[in-house]
């Protein structure tokens, strides 16, 4: 019995230092964004403000108090607007191809082995002639160009994700149809399109958090609040001069909220979806 | 399948077929190209062809071969503390516990924060003068005065790596517990019966099942971490004297503040070729093992 009473008291212990472990870091940031600038530059520090100061936030989000807050919203609408259209273009380009990849599984399937195989490529490998021929149209800082670039990413991916959620979907359904008469297009609207959705809507979310993430290109290809994403803005923001750490913080904050949202809701199918593609002989 | 029908197959893949010739496969093409030519990033003078000269450049290139070694060492630490941390994590939530959804709840938090936050959340907290790590260290007595994390040589790597170990232990925690969720039950109480001990039944049962959830981790961190560039550009850019500086930091450097762009792509195209190499490794590894 006393192992036992030991092994709880561990596991108890070994769990409350994951927990700080994980909160720790973020709960600082969060500390941080709500401290006045003087809390933040004592030596020692003030763990905890004196009091709760939220000017940063009202510096970020509201127009016309200083070029900053301007910026950072234009980095969240030009972050959402890349991110979706990457993630619509991507979806709706490999819905019908997984379709023929996982229904008539044959030669074309080298092309699905290639998409997947892209996906480990480094970025670097595509980001110099991309930029050459984004400059010579005259194509740079432009949220739809970017778009199409993030579908390097997101488009593999997503291939992946989807040819193997169509695998499961019983191949018989399809056949009454075909008995019925229906042609390509009915076959995978009204049948596997809807069987299809709630992977569909993993499949999607998973892609917009890369989207949301990405930073090598937008830092690359953007400079100006036409396209610039709010991981170049925040990074931005951080390498300036001064030292504005609530500011930096309150950035981090809000870039997080949406994927942190997202997360602690659909962390179930998130990680099911994640593991689809992979776990399976 | 019809002729009519196979037809109407290549035209459903087609739309995917461009964007994938235009955005990967043309560039990537070009990267080849650009690797045998001293071409220049604004392009002004015309590029000329240099054969191999670039790549025999590379293996000649101090920086470079540094640069590499850091993108594995980075890879190799980073990866092997996920999967110990990771796998340990998610067998420590498995077991029951009060307030345990809370708990693997809260476990996507570091995973879901932005890796660009993650790294600026890390350097606030290095901050030599105002960062919380000193302060703490201070304050607890663990350190007589404030110390420097990122500007100094030997720390900074580390640091970085520690934060990255930070964001991604929680994918590899979140896949072991899922895949320890679907566990079946009988045969851990088939086992009990049969008198096998809690470590025979890790060893035997438990492991062998979370394996193949590991290995599709594994993979997918490998082949992040070797790639690495944005964490660590922005905590260090590559510094302090270029002990930071990965492959793909010093390719990005080559071709964009040194504006050679020859070069430049002959160092990714090796960069390609290493990944590439990794991989098949692995497979190796793998289907070797399957077979037996």
């Known amino acids: 019995m006393r192992t036992n009473k030991l092994f709880i008291v561990l ?61 950072f919203l234009y980095g969240l609408r030009n972050s959402l607007k890349t991110a979706l259209a990457a993630v619509i273009i991507s979806i709706f380009v490999t819905i019908p191809a997984s379709w023929v990849f996982s229904r008539y599984p044959g030669k074309k399937n080298i092309i699905l082995k290639i998409a997947i195989f892209t996906f480990m490529l480094p970025p670097i490998a595509y980001a110099l002639p991309l930029y050459r021929i984004l400059s010579r149209i005259g194509l740079l800082d432009n949220s739809l160009s970017l778009a199409l670039v993030y579908c390097t990413i997101i488009l593999p991916f997503c291939v992946w994700l989807i040819k193997e959620n169509i695998d499961t979907i019983p191949y018989d359904l399809e056949e009454a149809a075909i008995i019925d008469g229906a042609g390509f297009t009915k076959r995978i609207s009204l049948i596997v399109l809807p069987l299809l959705l709630p992977a569909l809507g993993t499949v999607a979310l998973l892609s917009l958090l890369m989207a949301w993430d990405e930073y090598f290109y937008a830092m690359l290809y953007t400079n100006s609040q036409n396209a610039i994403t709010l991981p170049v803005v925040i990074s931005n923001l951080a390498s300036g001069r001064q030292s504005n750490y609530n500011l930096i913080a309150a950035g981090g904050v809000l870039a997080s909220l949406p994927p942190v949202c997202i997360g602690l809701l659909l962390q179930r199918s998130l990680v099911r979806g994640l593991m689809m593609g992979g776990v399976k002989d | 399948m019809s002729i009519a029908e196979a037809r109407k197959c290549n035209v459903l893949i087609v739309p995917m077929v461009v964007i994938m010739g235009t955005m990967i496969g043309w560039p990537l093409l070009q990267t080849f190209f650009l690797s045998f030519t001293d071409t ?124 990255d170990v930070w964001k991604n232990f929680s994918l590899v925690a979140l896949i072991t517990l899922s895949a320890l969720q679907t566990l079946p039950l009988s045969q851990i109480e088939a086992a009990k019966i049969d008198g096998a001990g809690a470590g025979q039944r890790f060893f035997y049962i438990t492991l062998p099942h979370i394996i193949p959830s590991l290995q599709v981790a594994l993979v997918l961190r490998i082949i992040e971490t070797v790639k690495v560039f944005d964490i660590i550009y922005i905590m260090t850019k590559g510094g302090p004297a270029n002990k930071t500086r990965s492959g793909s930091i010093f390719v990005y450097q080559e071709a964009f503040t040194n504006s050679r762009m020859g070069s430049g792509s002959a160092f990714a195209i090796i960069m390609v070729a290493l990944i590439m190499i990794l991989i098949c490794m692995y497979l190796r590894v793998l289907t070797t093992k399957r077979s037996s």
């Open chain 2, 40 to 163: 220049t990033l604004m392009g002004l003078e015309p590029a000329g062809f240099v054969g191999w000269q670039n790549f025999v450049d590379a293996f000649h290139d101090d920086g470079f071969l540094s640069s590499l070694k850091v993108s594995l060492l980075f890879a190799l630490v980073v990866v092997t503390s996920e999967m110990v941390l990771g796998t340990s994590v998610g067998l420590l939530v498995h077991q029951p516990f009060i307030g345990r959804s809370l708990v693997r709840a809260l476990l996507i938090l570091p995973w879901a924060v932005p890796t660009v936050v993650n790294a600026i959340m890390w350097r606030l907290i290095y901050n030599p003068e105002y960062g919380a790590l000193n302060s703490l260290l201070f304050q607890l007595g663990i350190m007589k005065e404030y110390t420097s994390w990122l500007s100094n040589a030997d720390r900074a790597l580390p640091s970085i790596m520690f934060a």
């Open chain 1, 11 to 71: 596991k108890y212990a070994a769990i409350i230092l994951l927990v700080m472990y994980i909160l720790l870091p973020f709960l600082w940031l969060i500390i941080m964004s709500l401290s006045s600038s003087a809390d933040l530059t004592t030596k020692p520090l003030h763990w905890i403000p004196g009091k709760i100061d939220i000017t940063s936030y009202k510096r970020l989000l509201l127009v016309g108090l200083n070029s900053r807050g301007s910026l």
